[in-house]
Antibody, heavy 119, light 110 residues
Framework: QVQLVQSGAEVKKPGASVKVSCKAS????????MHWLRQAPGQGLEWMGW????????DYAQKFQGRVTMTRDTSISTTYMELSSLRSDDTAVYYC????????????WGQGTMVTVSS | QSVLTQPPSASGTPGQRVTISCSGS????????VYWYQQLPGTAPKLLIY???QRPSGVPDRFSGSKSGTSASLAISGLRSEDEADYYC???????????FGGGTKLTVL
């Protein structure tokens, strides 16, 4: 079945970087966009940006530009989201989610990866 | 502060019909599709409504979406205990060139 499986929880110190992976299966990996979103504890959803796996093209929300990098490895149908210069307010569950187009809905979601930033 | 505005909470009794509103602007809801997501406690969000009023396969027809101008709404009829969840509206925003969300509405089934 179509699914996205993310890497496990991470604990990082302020100023460090974190890289979260998202492995796709059950569909043509290069045929869909992959978006990344996050949700701080008790808060709502926040969109971070997207990557199109066939070309590696990306676009990031202005808030995260300069700190986020999205990449992919088509040989293993996996996308990555790396966030640098971590701060305590980056503590959140990070999700990958599939989309047919840049402005289209997120029809399949990963299970989420908890990233905790603490000294 | 979320770009789209939703009431923080809503409630109803089993069998009732409830609606959740979502207000935006000409840059987002007024010119783009609206999407609704359901997030059950401790789980990832799930697509509930796409392109204003379309239901993905497997979503019961108790859930319906509508849009008018710069506002949208989600209606849930025949309320059930398993509908207790957080509901988020979303849309593309042309001025921000990104996806924006409402702050979420926590639905309680009394």
């Amino acid at each position: 079945q179509v699914q996205l499986v993310q890497s496990g929880a991470e604990v990082k110190k302020p100023g460090a970087s974190v890289k979260v992976s998202c492995k796709a299966s059950g569909y043509t990996f290069t045929g869909y966009y992959m978006h990344w979103l996050r949700q701080a504890p008790g808060q709502g959803l926040e969109w971070m940006g997207w990557i199109i796996p066939n070309s590696g093209g990306t676009d990031y929300a202005q808030k995260f530009q300069g700190r986020v990098t999205m990449t992919r490895d088509t040989s293993i149908s996996t996308t990555y989201m790396e966030l640098s210069s971590l701060r305590s307010d980056d503590t959140a569950v990070y999700y990958c989610a599939r989309g047919r187009a840049i402005t289209d809905s997120f029809d399949i979601w990963g299970q989420g990866t908890m990233v905790t930033v603490s000294s | 502060q979320s770009v789209l505005t939703q009431p923080p909470s809503a409630s109803g009794t089993p069998g009732q019909r409830v609606t959740i509103s979502c207000s935006g602007s000409s840059f987002n809801i007024g010119s783009n599709y609206v999407y609704w997501y359901q997030q059950l406690p401790g789980t990832a969000p799930k697509l509930l409504i796409y392109r204003n009023n379309q239901r993905p396969s497997g979503v019961p027809d108790r859930f319906s979406g509508s849009k008018s101008g710069t506002s949208a709404s989600l209606a849930i009829s025949g309320l059930r205990s398993e509908d207790e969840a957080d509901y988020y509206c979303a849309a593309w925003d042309d001025s921000l060139s990104g996806v924006v969300f409402g702050g979420g509405t926590k639905l309680t089934v009394l």
